[in-house]
């Protein structure tokens, strides 16, 4: 299952359970303040309304059977008053469960949007796309033949052999000191980009999945009291600390002017989609309720994950690819000037009329 299915299925269960446990809160917080808003000025004794509201949540899981509802006998003409008076209640209650419900509706379809960058792309597809950019890296300077800029000008005397001589020299250092470096240096900062994405999904559907249970668990309290839990779960999150891995990541990217041998540096940028992003960091939040585990939830997804890969892309771009690009916009010429006087030649190749 690729990250995105499994990003996709968590959210997914995170919607339905919010969901339910909303409709849990929401209910109550009627029942109880509508309670206390009706019944107030009436005096002792109390005795339970029946029936017990019962939940009924997506799936059958997590029926809550609220706690007795004690309301005081006097506000009642008999005891079938009072029942009809309860299931008024429920029916109130229920109607309110389901606001409760549909509230959480499309939030893993936001959830899933709001991560897109980071869940769409395959691992593998893009371990395989940067080494097929390091292959044809390799095989563009193989291409090349050994010693292809060994003109023999001995025979060869005068202006027209001193001018072809230096526009072999030149076009030789323009090859591999400007565009196969500059091959190196895309493939390099390509790679590093890839590998960021990669490393940001580490520990991401973990995370997604630690506050799932966490809301699981503040639900099957609500089971077991038949209402509000006096205190609930925390939720601590395990997540990758991007910063110091794109801060890795960065120092695999020569910069310009940085000596290295292109066999290495595929091997080091390659050697990145295996880096070990180190212990998972907690990002505790309150999880009181089901609006507050949501925008905790999404603060996390911004704040440990959004916005240090987006820093990691933006630092890519700023202090290497950026300083790459000037470097080669100041370069000139990218091609050889013509020769002297070649246009009034009349240049013919013993080969032609072969």
């Given at each position: 299952m690729?990250?995105?299915?499994?990003?996709?299925?968590?959210?997914?269960d995170i919607e339905k359970y919010l969901g339910i446990l909303k409709?849990?809160?929401?209910?109550w917080e009627w029942r109880e303040g509508y309670k206390n808003d009706y019944f107030s000025h009436y005096s002792a004794p109390y005795s339970p309304i029946p029936p017990t509201f019962q939940t009924s949540p997506p799936g059958g899981e997590?029926?809550?059977?609220?706690?007795?509802?004690?309301?005081?006998?006097?506000?009642?003409?008999d005891a079938q008053h009072k029942v009809d008076f309860g299931r008024q209640i429920n029916e109130r209650c229920a109607?309110?469960?389901?606001?409760?419900?549909?509230?959480?509706?499309?939030?893993?379809?936001y959830l899933n949007s709001l991560c897109a960058d980071i869940i769409r792309p395959d691992a593998a597809a893009?371990?395989?796309s940067v080494q097929l950019f390091h292959d044809s890296m390799i095989e563009t300077q193989?291409?090349?033949?050994?010693?292809?800029?060994?003109?023999?000008f001995e025979?060869?005397?005068?202006?027209s052999s001193d001018a072809c001589q230096i526009v072999v020299e030149q076009l030789h250092a323009m090859v591999l000191d400007q565009y196969s470096l500059y091959y190196a240096h895309c493939f390099a900062l390509y790679g590093g980009a890839c590998a960021l994405v990669v490393a940001a999904q580490e520990g991401l559907v973990k995370a997604m999945e630690d506050i799932r249970d966490g809301i699981k668990a503040n639900l099957q309290a609500w089971q077991n009291l038949g209402g509000p839990p006096f205190d609930a779960t925390p939720m601590d999150p395990q997540v990758v600390a991007i910063e110091a891995v794109a801060r890795t990541i960065l120092g695999k990217v020569p910069g310009i002017g940085t000596a290295f041998e292109v066999g290495e540096?595929?091997?080091?940028?390659?050697?990145?989609?295996?880096l070990d992003v180190g212990d998972l960091v907690t990002h505790s939040f309150d999880a009181r309720d089901a609006e507050t585990t949501y925008n905790e939830m999404t603060a996390m997804l911004q704040d440990a994950y959004l916005t240090p890969l987006q820093d990691g892309m933006h630092n890519l771009q700023s202090e290497k690819s950026s300083a790459i690009r000037s470097a080669q916009d100041g370069i000139y010429p990218w091609l050889p000037e013509p020769l002297a006087g070649a246009a009034n030649e009349q240049w013919r190749h013993d080969q032609e009329d072969a």
């Open positions: 690729s990250v995105k299915e499994e990003f996709e299925a968590v959210t997914a409709g849990n809160e929401t209910a997590y029926t809550v059977f609220f706690q007795d509802l004690l309301l005081p006998d006097e506000a009642f003409v109607t309110s469960f389901t606001n409760g419900v549909n509230w959480a509706s499309g939030i893993a379809d893009l371990h395989e193989a291409a090349l033949p050994v010693g292809w800029t060994a003109v023999n025979s060869w005397v005068g202006g540096l595929g091997g080091s940028i390659l050697g990145l989609f295996g």
